[in-house]
Structure formats: C-alpha cells, structure tokens
C-alpha cells in the first residue's frame, strides 16, 4: 500500500519493559479551578457512546499533543519545561477551545536499555500530562510511532522515524533502509524494505518485540496510576495501544483482514489484559483497525476495520485516523474541498463503530499548512471538522435533521508551540539541523506556534478551530450542526445557512456563527453543555430553545435552565448550561452570536418557528 500523504502519522506504541516502580503518589485530589458538582467523572463507554458519571453523552475535541515527541532536541518529551506545558494547555483551551489531548510518548526514551524503564522520563511525562489534566482536558496516552524507528534510517537519508528504541532494531537484522522514488515520507510504509521487515517482526513477535512492549507500555500505566492523585486519574480516557498498525508485509495467502483476525486483534486483546492488571481496568483501549483500511485512494484501501473483533464493547473504542490523501498529493484532487466532502468517509467510521457496539473518536486528522497543496486546507479542515459534527452536508442537514447521526470525538494533528522554532538534528547529523514546520519529514501542520513575544498564538482561523460543540449531552443527542463561517482567505464559508422558511431565525442569526442541538432528554439531574467559543462573548450571546430565551445568559444556578459558566480549568474558557427537569423528551437548542440586543418579539418569532420545526421532524 502506498500512502500518498505528507503527513502519515503511525504511533508505534512501543514501550516495553516490566520494571516495578517506586514512589507515592500525591496525598490529596484536587479538582481543576472552576469545577462544578457535575464535572470530573470518569469517562466510560456505554451504548456506542462516552458517557460521564452524570450519564451524559461526552464529545471529546481537541489536538495531539504533540509532534515534538517524535523529535530529539527534547528527549521526547512534548515540551521543553512543564511551564510551556501549562502555557499549551492553558491556549488549548482559550484558542482552540479543547477539552481533550492525545498526549504522545516515546518508546525510545521510556526504555532506552532493554528491560529498564527509566523512570525519570516517567516523571517528566507524568509532570507534564498533570499541566493538561490540571486545566480540565482529558488525556489518552499514545505511545507514538511512525516508520517504527528513527534508528532505521541513516545520518544523511531523506526521510527519519520514530517509536522503537535502538536496542529493538539491534536485536533484528534489517536491510540498508531505501524508499527508492518517493514524493512522500509515508510511501516508506510499503516501499523501505527496513521499515516493512521491521514491522513484520513486530507483529510476528521476533525477538520478543512485542512482549517486550506490552511490559514497558504495562510499566508505564502503572506508574500513571500510582503517580497521578484520583482527581487527575480520572481524566485519563483511556490508552491508544498502537497508531496506524500495519503489517510489514502479509505471509503466504494472508490478507488484510485475516491479519486484523490473527495478529493485530489478539495484539489488542492482550494490551487490554495488561491495562486491567494494573488498575486500567475502567478505561477503554483506543484500538486502531489496519491503517488503511478508510482509506480514500481506492488503490491504497485494504479491507479492515476489525470486522472479525466481534462486538468490542465497553473496553474498546474504534480509533481512527483520516486525511484526505488526494487533496494532499496535489493531483488527485484539484481545486478545494466543498460542502458534504467528507460525509461519506465519516459516516463509514459511525457505522462501523455502531456495528462493533462502541464509541468512534477520529485521533488524528489535518491538512498541511504550508506547501503547495496548502491552500487546500481552510475548505479541507471545516469540512472534516463538518462531517465530525454530522454525518449529513449542510445544505441538506435541515431538511433531514434526524439523520444527522452520532456527533464524533476527534483530535487534530497537531498542537505544538514550537512549530517553525525548532533545533533537531535529524538522525543525529549536525549539518542537517532542522528549525521549519513541524521538524519531521517536512510536515507543517501544527494549528499553533509561539510569536516573537512568546505568546501562543493560532495559525488557522480561529472561527474554524474554536467551535461549539455539545461536549455533555444529558441524554441522547439526536442531531447538531455548527456553522463556523470560517474564512477561505478573504471569504467567508457558510455551507448551512438557515433556510428562508425559518425567517425569523435567519433574520436572528443574520451573518452570525451559530450552533443547534436537538436531544432527548435523560433521567439525570446534571446539565446539557456545549462550549462557547471566544467569538461567543456573553454579552454577545443569544440562545433560543424550548427550556427559555435569552439574551446575554446570566451565570449558571441550579435553577437556571439557561446559563452560561467557566470551563474547569482556570483558563477563561466558557461554557452554556442547559437544564431540563423531564426524562425522554425531545430538547432543542439554538446559539449564536449574530443578534446585537434582539428584540423580545423576534426572540418569540424564532422560538415559534424552532418549536414547529423540531416538532415536525423529531
């Protein structure tokens, strides 16, 4: 398979070592500044779904956190300090409007020495997840991998890796690494010879390879567990036990859906043992089917899915990635991304996740920011982020709302401040040192940098990136959309706009963000929430649904049907608490900032027109 992309992320989640670790964790749990009663539950899945102690609908969005661990210059740590970590977590929130990381690790520096752990990286790692979890996002570790190993390739080749350490390629015998004509550092996947042997022995578990791995990845969660206090544990969502797996290369009358069946289920199966051997046992593993099993170049698409897994259940969650391979390799896709571009890929990832009976979250996708596919990626990024929100286009979502299907959990690749500012020798050669994009086979994908000031600072429309979106549902979300009006340079996208028999909303939302949600309520007491970007001031804030109409919401009381409250963390993010007091009754619920001071008897002609209209199709 030839992955025709810039950017192919494969996190080779390969720790390894079975160390016991010593240490005490803190004595006390403290709740992230700004929590409500509501707020820090563990997360578990349940009916397809994320679902928080209040028996909520979660919706986790967010960023990888970040490429920086593929690199040298920090000894695989995300960040050079934990005071960038908390300068990160805090523009996360505030810019990007997260509430969840996919934290990456390395296996290379977790376990440097076969057999030994080295703990010190554990108590860097541990310090600077605590800054992310501390601001109220959630974590999921992810041992991070890409071509198996920086260690394959030599000081003056095209093209680096990362994931396995030194020891595990010693251990092996593997061809001079080559990847012949290749455009993109992702065809090393099926044409390095190294790289393919080096995965085949992975998975066939030459050498111990891959007991080796479970054992330090086993190490590692232990050491997570033992060292972060209840609080801070329980917004760890789960482990991502290997990114973008793919075979090496298939044995005699193998395919790829028999080596899902055969190697890489019972590879899953057995990560999910060693997370319940040391107190994991709640969390779901974030387990990825084959990478190219969604695929779309139909050339490059194998079948997959983890179609022989049966039904995974609470332990598991279907974890996948997308970028749109033609859009990126400037050939395959002229011109931008439009409207509904990216439906039918997304609704695949629903459906399959629906079938194995579990939740969906889409860990990694993006579009290159500089290059010259680059002006692909405003239309490229809102439509992904579209078809996370709903499986329907926009220009039909309304006629046909209740088909919207489940709202997705994602994280884009990637966040990381020190995009364009970086110091890496690649492979270890100082006259190759590396300072643009993101450092690593020419990507530049990163939606955040540090300006001359040290401020964190966006590098993509915040109207895109800074969305509303339900992030707890107190019940069961039945349809949502968002209009972000992001910009495609100078214009303005808007591909849902209210339809003009719904006048009075089109006049209330006017050249406005908005965002609607319809649920069905359920028998818990804790509130509806969808976060508020910063483009959604209070005072500049509008809501009309059936639990009350406002203006300005005020702050958020336990007899406020309509509010609006700090996100935990500290970090000036907000959040609208909607409270219904009924169990299996269709809500709805419309945001925007388009209305200055609305008039009362507009806000009563939109509400009129909602009710009739949610009426009609729910």
Known sequence: MRKIRVRLPAVLVVLCGSLTVAGVPPATAATPSGSLWFDGAPLTVRDGRFTDGQGREVVLRGYNVSGETKLEENGGLPFASVADARTSATALRALGGGNAVRFLLSWAHAEPVRGQVDTAYL????????????????????????????????????????????????????????????????????????????????????????????????????????????????????????????????????????????????????????????????????????????????????????????????????????????????????????????????????????????????????????????????????????????????????????????????????WDLYNGRHHEPMNGNPGKVLASGDAWNDEDLSAVRLDDSGNATLRQDARLLDRVYPSATAGTALAFTYEDRSRDGSATLTWNPVPSSLPNVAKLVGSGQYGLLVWRSGDGTAPTELHLPASFPTGATTVVSDLGTVHAPPAYGSATPVAVAPEPGGTSSRRLLLTDTDSGVPHYALVTNGATAPAADLLSAAKAELAAWAAARF
């Not at 455009?183 to 090393?188: A, E, H, K, V």
């Not at 997570?224 to 544990?233: G, I, M, N, R, T």
Request: hydrophobic content about 40%.
């Open 123 to 414: 108590a860097a790692v541990t310090e600077q997840m605590r800054a992310f979890l501390d601001a109220g996002i959630r974590v999921f570790p992810d041992f991070h991998q890409d071509l198996y190993s920086r260690y394959l390739f030599d000081s003056g080749s095209w093209y680096t890796g990362d994931g396995a350490p030194k020891w595990a390629l010693d251990a092996g015998s593997y061809p001079k690494e080559s990847c012949g004509i290749c455009l993109f550092w992702g065809q090393n996947i099926t044409q390095n010879a190294a790289v393919q042997k080096a995965q085949y022995d992975f998975w066939h578990n030459t050498h111990g390879l891959q007991d080796a791995f479970l054992a330090t990845a086993q190490t590692t969660m232990a050491y997570l567990k033992q060292h972060l206090d209840s609080a801070e544990f329980a917004g760890i969502t789960g482990f991502d036990p290997y990114n973008e797996p793919y075979a090496g290369g298939y044995d005699s009358g193998q395919t790829s859906r028999t080596w899902e069946r055969d190697l890489l289920w019972p590879f899953h199966v057995r990560f999910r043992a060693r997370m319940d051997a040391v107190g994991w046992q709640d969390k779901p593993a974030f387990v990825e089917p084959n990478l190219f099993w969604n695929a779309n170049i139909s050339t490059q698409k194998q079948e997959g899915g983890l179609l022989d897994a049966g039904t995974l259940g609470p332990g598991y969650v279907l974890n996948t990635h997308f970028y749109d391979q033609k859009a990126i390799s400037g050939i395959l896709m002229w011109g931008k991304a439009a409207d509904g571009q990216y439906a039918a890929d997304f609704a695949a990832v629903r459906d399959r996740a629906s079938a194995a009976g579990t939740a969906a979250v889409v860990s990694e996708f993006g579009h290159p920011l500089s290059g010259t596919v680059s002006d692909k990626a405003p239309t490229v990024l809102k439509a992904m982020y579209q078809a996370l929100d709903s499986r329907l286009k926009g220009a039909g979502w309304w006629a046909d709302p209740a088909s919207s299907g489940p709202v997705l959990s994602g994280t884009q690749w990637q």
